[in-house]
């Protein structure tokens, strides 16, 4: 009956959007509004641990915060209120679910986790983006510091191969082009703004190294070593590549075999089934198992994360 209600309830309110015309991603833009707090006058002591990064965030703000700066990273900062709209339905479909096995203990934990599941997919495939943005640096590095080695200008050594690189790195590199020619002449400058566009440790320290090579040209010879380390990473992550998706696959498999086992039993011993469903103890078997599954999915992620260079 609860869950009647409820379908009813979410039936009655998209009615209304739809009726009069009310757009999803307005609602979120102006709720989000309302949960914004107040900033607090810092002390010197948060302003200390923040300027040191000791200050830590809760775990779901710190997931937030990374889906947003994983978006914009990738250029598509815009759908982050499409991933906001996807976290409500799923939280939504999650109690659904939970009162449709009439469990109250799975309320919380379906409805939180399923809220959960956009973020950590754009965290998983970001992944996938970092490899491909790592293997895009490692090849336009290598052409531009040819070109610089030859030339001893910055500028016309990504002149000459800006043509040829592909984004995100393309556009880096463009809008460098752009500042130094039509904007500001201080190369210097030009190259510290170029530095924190992309976040990569060797990236970081080959801007260093040409910002150097601005005073002492004969620095130049720093520049390939420092390339290299791109293709050290590449290889290492090729060879490594099995066994950082082994934890997925294996999450993957394990949790289809625990998923699987509920309606199984409904076919296999009909009273074990109804012990499982209808019963204090099956309720409580059912909640921790929905919990430990929730919990293992974004070490699963973390585990899964490419190989990267660290300074």
């Not at 209600?5 to 009615?15: A, H, K, Q, R, T």
Request: glycine letters at 2%.
């Amino acid at each position: 009956m609860s869950a009647l209600i409820l379908i009813s309830f979410l039936l009655l309110v998209f009615g209304l959007f739809f009726v009069f015309k009310i757009s999803l991603f307005e609602v979120s833009r102006d709720a989000s509004v309302l949960f914004r707090r107040k900033k607090k006058i810092e002390t010197l002591r948060s302003k200390i641990k923040n300027a040191l990064g000791m200050k830590k965030k809760r775990s779901i703000q710190r997931l937030i915060s990374e889906t947003k700066e994983i978006l914009k990273a990738t250029n598509k900062e815009s759908k982050f209120s499409f991933v906001c709209i996807s976290s409500f339905v799923l939280l939504a479909i999650g109690i659904f679910v939970a009162l449709i096995m009439s469990n109250i203990l799975l309320v919380p934990i379906l409805g939180v986790g399923f809220s959960l599941l956009p973020f950590w997919y754009v965290r998983f495939t970001s992944t996938k983006w970092k490899k491909g943005l790592n293997n895009e640096l490692e090849t336009a590095l290598s052409v531009i510091t040819t070109s610089y080695m030859r030339s001893e200008s910055i500028i016309t050594a990504i002149d000459e191969n800006v043509s040829y690189l592909n984004p995100p790195v393309h556009d880096v590199f463009k809008a460098f082009l752009t500042q130094t020619k039509l904007i500001n002449s201080n190369i210097k400058l030009a190259l510290v703004s170029l530095k924190f566009k992309i976040d990569n440790a060797v990236f970081h320290e080959w801007v260093d190294a040409v910002i150097n090579c601005q005073e002492n040209k004969n620095l130049k010879v720093t520049l390939p070593p420092i390339v290299s380390k791109l293709s050290d990473v590449r290889i290492v992550s090729a060879e490594l590549e099995y066994l950082l998706y082994k934890p997925v696959t294996e999450f993957i498999t394990m949790l289809i075999l625990l998923v699987a086992n509920i309606p199984l039993m409904y076919f296999l011993n009909r009273d074990w089934f109804n012990s499982l469903m209808f019963t204090s103890i099956g309720n409580v078997i059912l909640a921790f198992c929905a919990l430990v599954i929730f919990i293992s999915i974004p070490a699963v992620i973390k585990l899964s994360k490419p190989v990267e260079y660290k300074r």
